[in-house]
């Protein structure tokens, strides 16, 4: 995750909240907020961001909100 979390923050510098933490029984949580709005969970089932497409929707989501921000 924290190649994910390098990218994220390089392309919204300054405008995320992405929390996450790896864990010993499961694949840890992952989590994004843009300016308060909770646009990406892991633990909420939003899954694992493990493909370009996954990459994809994700940004537009985070877009997204940073427009309606």
Known sequence: MLALE???ESNFP??????SEGTPS???WFEV???GELVHSKKNGDGFVDSGWKI????S???KA???G
């Open 61 to 63: 989501a985070i877009e």
């Open 14 to 19: 300054g405008d995320l909240d992405i929390t």
């Open 6 to 8: 390098k990218l994220l």
């Open 66 to 68: 940073l427009k309606l």
């Open 26 to 28: 499961t694949t840890g």
């Open 33 to 35: 907020e843009v300016n």
């Open 56 to 59: 994809d929707r994700l940004e």
